[in-house]
DNA sequence: GGGGTTGTTATTGGATCCAATCACTGCCAG
DNA sequence: CTGGCAGTGATTGGATCCAATAACAACCCC
């Protein structure tokens, strides 16, 4: 309770409206692989522990929904999505033909401090070796190198790819060792090339490749599905 | 009031909850374009005249912002998006793109039964010269050679894509003569041929075609942007 | 002893009331 | 006459209470 006390919450974090810090808070959570696919998520835990009411996270979780984190059926509540390899094996070909799209449309309007900030990034993920790091750092490259497409509707479609696949590409990069790494970090090196050199075939020749990589090696990892989580149903 | 006694609506079309029931109409009613692009949905109003309460409104309203029907923002409420030219033409580039895949997804999963459904609304389509049967129809058409495509992420984003373009697809339909039938009903053909032939290479192609080819003709015509609907920012 | 059934409990869905925010109009000053 | 400002009305956002549904368990009858 309290929650909208500006003397117990004076830092208000977050600002906006408080069923989008909620839906912000979940959505952290669940990319940060805190809640498991599969996982049930009840409106009373959540609301008691943001101190709120269930109605602003009932509109959380439809906002989450919306964004492929989480899932609804009626009377059942929220659950994040478990996917089986079949579904997983279709999302990243949605990605191998939409990402590409994106990457163009985006190119042309990339500006030269955005570059500079895709370069950062990926020299942080090239020196940092945790995994946690990783996932932060290798989305921000992929979604960073889309920041100029002016088309929300791609933009929000990416975007719901990256979240739906968000916790099978973390058990999949949590597998292998530094071999996976260095692949990655060599296909994000051409594609950065390709960006500087402000040519967009190669871009998304590379962008593809990159992808429809990864497809291809996730599709030999069958035990990737099932053994991310396991609670019931 | 009354939405929940037994007695006054004992017929209970559609069944199921009643925020899904309300987002079912107003699903209905943006599709058959009785809202415009740009058009403001107040709460209260349709909450009145549903005969309910606010709150399964406002969900519903959510539901269709997932479903790229509606646009929300924060003490301002929802209206149904207006799109512009590039945002529209960037729309069609994604269709062109994930509805192949959509289409090679289901076609190997295609029942006889589903295919002889195909050739009906086919021949339906070149009987009946309604423009709002047409939009029907051709909806119907498309979306239901996807009809075996199991992933529900394709064909969820593949509907919120024809969701989204809709109103400017009837105002384009609505622009010319008998003529632009006659090609649509042309490219559906090549296209049904090929499914029936079981030629994924083919039915790809031509699909392909046929969103790129109303892509461009989309891009010839300014003057549907702004002219469809008119009621202010 | 097993299967169906019924009662109980936990959880979600909906209605009403109250608070906060935003847009608009009219006013006043420059 | 025009721009800024304050007050007011309209509209959305949130909290609390109540109803409905579904999972679960104990029970009774066969």
Known sequence: MTSSNPVTSPIDPGAGAASERIAAQLRTAILAGEIAPGERIRQEDV??????????????LRIL????????????????PRLDAAE???LYRMRERLEPLALIQSMPHLTAGEIR???????????????REFMVLDR??????????????LSSSVTRLWNATQPYRRAFMS???????WIVDHEHRLILDAIER???????RYLAGHIRRTRIELAAHPELFGATAARRT
């Open 65 to 80: 929904e919306a964004e492929g984190l989480t899932e609804h059926t009626a009377n059942k509540g929220a659950r994040v």
């Open 47 to 60: 609301a008691e522990r943001l101190g709120t009411s269930r109605l602003p996270v009932r509109e959380a």
């Open 175 to 181: 597998l292998g060792g530094q071999h996976r790494r």
């Open 117 to 131: 900030e895709l370069e950062s990034i990926h020299e942080r993920i090239a020196a940092d070796a945790d995994l």
């Open 88 to 90: 997983l094996d279709v």
């Open 198 to 204: 402000r040519d967009p075939e190669d871009a998304e």
């Open 140 to 153: 921000a490259f992929h979604l960073g190198s889309y920041a100029g497409c002016a088309s929300e509707q």
